[in-house]
């Protein structure tokens, strides 16, 4: 019965390369996040969509794109990958947008770049 | 603006007591906490959303002191399975999600 589910777990690529990371939610929340945390476990909010609307759009290069079909799924897609994109992305939803709702992460990913 | 933890890292053995504190040079509406286990995602503790509020459940608690935007996160009679590191996330005015700090390392040994 997972919450918050990401796909892939891990994710190791050259660099040049394109790819994605899925997310779902199955709490029925409104609100999802993509975080990057690199080596030194900083937690870094990259995106956040409210009811499919982009609410926040962090200071992130544009080889990153958030999107969200509906509001049970935010995918990320990453272009021309590169070495400092190699981190841990977490997912991670809320029941409404606002600094007073929990938030509920997924397992990770965690992307490699050679 | 992101809150300042410390410490940065807290070494225990297993019985021992930790304050983790969390401050914020912005008025504070809002104190997350949260538990990062190695390899794991972070797990939800605590909100705190009024200054004065203090919560808990079972030996690890936490207080607001918004007249100076801070926090503090207390493990009382640490166990083993209290190692990880704990973020601190706040909101303040206008902010739509919590600013996390940086994390604190927690190693409880037996």
């Known amino acids: 019965d997972t919450a918050v589910s990401q796909t892939p777990k891990y994710l190791v690529t050259q660099m040049g390369n394109d790819k994605s990371i899925k997310c779902e939610q199955n709490l029925g929340h409104d609100t999802m996040y993509w975080y990057k945390q690199d080596s030194k476990k900083f937690l870094k909010i990259m995106f956040s969509y409210n009811n499919k609307e982009l609410i926040i759009n962090e200071t992130v290069p544009n080889r990153f794109s958030p999107k969200s079909p509906d509001k049970a799924h935010l995918n990320l897609h990453i272009n021309s990958l590169e070495l400092g994109d190699s981190a841990v992305y977490f997912c991670?939803?809320?029941?409404?947008?606002?600094?007073?709702?929990?938030?509920?992460f997924g397992p990770g990913t965690r992307l490699t770049v050679l | 603006q992101q809150p300042v933890q410390s410490p940065q890292a807290v070494i225990l053995r297993e019985g021992e007591d930790a304050v983790i504190n969390c401050s914020s040079s912005?008025?504070?509406?809002?104190v997350h906490w949260y538990r990062q286990k190695h390899g794991e995602a972070p797990v939800f503790l605590m909100i705190?959303?009024?200054?004065?509020e203090q919560k808990g459940h079972d030996k690890i608690s936490a207080s607001f002191n918004e007249k100076k935007q801070q926090s503090s996160l207390y493990l009382t009679a640490s166990q083993l399975s209290y190692s990880g590191t704990y973020f601190c996330?706040?909101?303040?005015?206008?902010?739509?999600?919590?600013?996390f700090g940086r994390g604190t390392s927690l190693i409880v040994h037996p």
């Open positions: 991670a939803s809320s029941p409404q947008r606002g600094p007073h709702n929990e938030q509920f």
């Open positions: 996330g706040t909101g303040s005015g206008g902010s739509y999600i919590p600013t």
């Open positions: 912005k008025a504070l509406y809002s």
């Open positions: 705190l959303l009024k200054g004065g």
